[in-house]
C-alpha cells in the first residue's frame, strides 16, 4: 500500500485488509482514508450513479473515532476501511462493521420506483450503470454497491441476497459476492430467503469482512466452516452444470464460467467428479409463492425434491460450481423475457451458502461470474477457491 490514500482515479486502490493494516501500524490514518474515498466518489459518482447518499460529515467523525481507537490500542480487524451500505437503511446491519473499524461512507444505489424488474440501481445522480460499459445495468438489487466497488471508491460494500441480489452485480461488475448460509446472520426477510451479503474486489477482503460478522456477539461463528475447509493439498471434488438442468444459459456465459473451472482444475484447485448432470427442478414457482405471487402448495414438493438432490450431491462432492447469470448484462431498458435470477435463486430456497468469484469477460467485454455452492455452514470452502481463482486468474482492469 502506498503511503497515503490512493488518488481519485487510481486504477488499483488497495484492498480492504491492506488499508486496515496500514491504519492500525499507523502508516496512514483512518480520516485520510476516508477523504480519498469522499474524494473518489466526488469526482466518478456523478457518472456512475452508486450512491443515494453520501455521509461526508459523518464519515470524517466516524474516521476520527477509529483514529483515537487505533491510538488507545484496539486491534481492529476492518480499521479505516470505507464502506458502502445498501439503502438509505444499510447501517442498520452494519453494526458489527463499524465496530471492527469500519467507516459508512454512503448509501448504495437500489432500484428505484416505476418499473418491477430489480436488477438495475437510481442514485442520486440517475441511473447506476456498469462500470465496464455504461449502456449496461451492474445488475441488482445490490446495484450501486456492486458498481461502486468494481470502480474503487469503496474496496467494501454492504448487500442483500434474496434471490441473487448479492451474486448478480458481482458477477456482472467482475467482483465477489457472498451469500452466507440462509439463517446464519440475522434478517429481517420473514420468508427466509434473504441473507446479508457482501461485495468486495478481492476474495481476502470478502474473508475479512465474513470474519467479523460471523464472530460478533449472537452470532454462531465460523467454527462449522473451518472443520469443513479443504486440507491443503486436496482439490475440492466439483461438480459443473451449466445450467441446472433448467435454465436456458447463454452458450458464451457458459463457456466463460466453464473456462474458469479448467483453469482450476489445471491448478490442482479443482477436481471434477463424473457423472449424470445435476438436475433440479425450476424454483421460479416456489420461490415466488413464498414472496405471495402464486399458489403457496408449490412451496414444499419443490422444496423437497431440490434439497434431496442437492443433499446427494454434497454427500460425494464439496462444491457445485455454474455460471452466476444465465446471461450477459441487459441495458436500461430492462431484462426482456429472461430471468437472471435462474442460477441463483434456488439457493436461497435451499439456504446453501453461494459465491459468485470472476470468470472472465465475455463477448461484449462485460465481466461473467463464476457462480460456488456448497453445503450449509461452509462458507470457508467457498472464501478458499475464490482467493484460489484469484491467484491462477489474477482479475486485472
Same mark, same amino acid.
Request: proline residues 11%; glycine residues 10%.
Given at each position: 500500500m502506498t503511503a497515503g490514500p490512493a488518488t481519485a482515479l487510481d486504477p488499483a486502490p488497495p484492498s480492504a485488509v491492506e488499508i486496515a493494516a496500514a491504519v492500525r501500524e499507523g502508516r496512514v490514518r483512518a480520516v485520510d482514508v476516508a477523504a480519498g474515498a469522499l474524494e473518489r466518489i466526488r469526482l466518478v459518482d456523478p457518472s456512475l450513479g452508486a450512491f443515494l447518499e453520501v455521509w461526508e460529515d459523518a464519515a470524517h467523525a466516524r474516521a476520527r473515532e477509529v483514529d483515537a481507537r487505533v491510538a488507545g490500542g484496539e486491534p481492529l480487524p476492518l480499521a479505516g476501511v470505507p464502506v458502502g451500505v445498501k439503502g438509505r437503511h444499510g447501517t442498520r446491519a452494519a453494526g458489527a462493521l463499524v465496530d471492527a473499524g469500519c467507516v459508512p461512507v454512503g448509501a448504495t444505489a437500489v432500484p428505484g420506483p416505476g418499473t418491477p424488474w430489480r436488477t438495475w440501481g437510481l442514485g442520486a445522480h440517475g441511473r447506476t450503470v456498469n462500470p465496464w460499459r455504461a449502456d449496461r445495468t451492474p445488475g441488482g438489487s445490490s446495484a450501486g454497491a456492486a458498481a461502486a466497488v468494481a470502480a474503487g471508491l469503496v474496496p467494501l460494500a454492504t448487500g442483500g441476497d434474496g434471490a441473487g441480489s448479492v451474486r448478480i452485480p458481482a458477477a456482472w461488475c467482475g467482483i465477489v459476492g457472498l451469500k452466507?448460509?440462509?439463517? =446464519?446472520?440475522?434478517?429481517? @426477510? =420473514? &420468508?427466509?430467503?434473504?441473507?446479508?451479503?457482501?461485495?468486495?474486489?478481492? +476474495?481476502?477482503?470478502?474473508? +475479512?469482512?465474513?470474519?467479523?460478522?460471523?464472530?460478533?456477539? $449472537?452470532?454462531? $461463528?465460523?467454527?462449522?466452516?473451518?472443520?469443513?475447509?479443504?486440507?491443503?493439498?486436496?482439490?475440492?471434488? +466439483?461438480?459443473?452444470?451449466?445450467?441446472?438442468?433448467?435454465?436456458? &444459459? @447463454?452458450?458464451?456465459?457458459?463457456?466463460?464460467?466453464? %473456462?474458469?473451472?479448467?483453469?482450476?482444475?489445471?491448478?490442482?484447485?479443482?477436481?471434477?467428479?463424473?457423472?449424470?448432470?445435476?438436475?433440479?427442478?425450476?424454483?421460479?414457482?416456489?420461490?415466488? +409463492?413464498?414472496? %405471495?405471487? %402464486?399458489?403457496?402448495? /408449490?412451496?414444499?414438493?419443490?422444496?423437497?425434491?431440490?434439497?434431496?438432490?442437492?443433499? =446427494?450431491?454434497?454427500?460425494?462432492? @464439496?462444491?457445485?460450481? &455454474?455460471?452466476?447469470?444465465?446471461?450477459?448484462?441487459?441495458?436500461?431498458?430492462?431484462?426482456?423475457? =429472461?430471468?437472471?435470477?435462474?442460477?441463483?435463486?434456488?439457493?436461497?430456497?435451499?439456504?446453501?451458502?453461494?459465491?459468485?468469484?470472476?470468470? $472472465?469477460?465475455?463477448?461484449?467485454?462485460?465481466?461473467? $461470474?463464476?457462480?460456488?455452492? /456448497?453445503?450449509? %455452514?461452509?462458507?470457508?470452502?467457498?472464501?478458499?477457491?475464490?482467493?484460489?481463482?484469484?491467484?491462477?486468474?489474477?482479475?486485472?482492469?
Open positions: 452466507p448460509t440462509n439463517g =446464519r446472520l440475522p434478517s429481517a @426477510d =420473514r &420468508t427466509g430467503l434473504a441473507a446479508p451479503g457482501v461485495l468486495a474486489r478481492h +476474495a481476502a477482503d470478502a474473508e +475479512a469482512w465474513w470474519r467479523v460478522m460471523s464472530a460478533s456477539p $449472537g452470532r454462531p $461463528g465460523d467454527r462449522a466452516a473451518d472443520v469443513h475447509a479443504p486440507s491443503p493439498g486436496r482439490p475440492f471434488r +466439483a461438480v459443473f452444470s451449466p445450467d441446472l438442468g433448467f435454465a436456458d &444459459t @447463454d452458450p458464451g456465459v457458459a463457456a466463460v464460467a466453464r %473456462g474458469a473451472v479448467e483453469r482450476l482444475v489445471a491448478a490442482g484447485v479443482v477436481r471434477l467428479l463424473p457423472g449424470a448432470p445435476l438436475r433440479l427442478d425450476d424454483p421460479a414457482p416456489a420461490w415466488l +409463492a413464498l414472496r %405471495g405471487i %402464486g399458489d403457496p402448495d /408449490a412451496v414444499a414438493p419443490a422444496r423437497s425434491v431440490n434439497d434431496r438432490r442437492l443433499a =446427494r450431491l454434497f454427500d460425494r462432492a @464439496d462444491l457445485l460450481l &455454474t455460471p452466476a447469470t444465465p446471461d450477459p448484462p441487459h441495458g436500461h431498458e430492462g431484462p426482456g423475457d =429472461r430471468y437472471s435470477t435462474a442460477l441463483t435463486w434456488a439457493f436461497n430456497l435451499s439456504g446453501h451458502p453461494a459465491i459468485s468469484i470472476p470468470a $472472465g469477460l465475455g463477448e461484449d467485454g462485460c465481466p461473467v $461470474g463464476l457462480q460456488a455452492v /456448497a453445503a450449509h %455452514g461452509r462458507e470457508a470452502s467457498l472464501l478458499a477457491v475464490a482467493r484460489a481463482a484469484e491467484e491462477e486468474a489474477p482479475w486485472r482492469r
